[in-house]
């Protein structure tokens, strides 16, 4: 039989790291009528670690640099960070991490997000469910919209026509459907 103590310690456990690397996520799923602000992240190259130094870093250095900060990545072992001036390239330099400037911040990109799905649900139709992902970039000063094949004609000639982000570069992948959860 299994030990009760033990399987809440363990789910506990995995919902505390689930938590920890969420708050570490670049991707922001299909859109919520309550939340369209995706999560910031520590994105990583393959064959690298997310060490706690790091993610602890990223975390003190976004609260310092608050509007500034953008996007941090782990790249050749090290911490990066897009900021948005210099004066915060400096600070991010003068803690150890490697600065680099970006065009937008992460809440500029965030807001162009929330105005992409407002333009979204505003189409209705199939249009209202065709993008399934939205990937900001600070690093780029991007975002990546993964779209429903069937309507990303559609979906690029709108956004461009209204110039819904204001100037940011949107980007398109392909999206055969959002995801889904596996079966446990």
Not at 13 to 28: I, N, P, W
Not at 99 to 107: D, I, R, T, V
Not at 141 to 159: F, N, R
């Amino acid at each position: 039989m299994k030990n009760p103590t033990k399987s809440l310690a363990m789910g506990s456990a995995a919902f505390a790291v689930v938590l920890l690397l969420s708050a570490c996520g670049t991707e922001t799923g299909a859109p919520t009528a309550t939340d369209p602000t995706p999560s910031t992240t520590i994105s990583a190259e393959p064959n690298q670690s997310q060490d706690p130094d790091m993610l602890q870093l990223n975390e003190s250095l976004k609260e310092t640099l608050g509007e500034k900060y953008s996007e941090a990545w782990i790249a050749d072992n090290r911490l990066h960070v897009a900021v948005t001036d210099k004066a915060a390239e400096e600070v991010v330099n003068d803690a150890g991490a490697i600065g680099h400037l970006a065009k937008y911040s992460a809440q500029e990109l965030e807001d162009a997000i929330g105005k992409v799905m407002a333009w979204q649900r505003e189409q209705g139709g199939d249009v209202a469910t065709a993008i399934h992902r939205y990937v900001p970039s600070g690093r780029d000063g991007t975002i990546t919209l993964a779209v429903d094949t069937a309507q990303l004609e559609t979906i690029k000639s709108g956004l461009a026509k209204a110039d819904v982000t204001g100037g940011i570069p949107l980007r398109f992948e392909k999206s055969a459907g959002p995801a889904s959860p596996a079966n446990s």
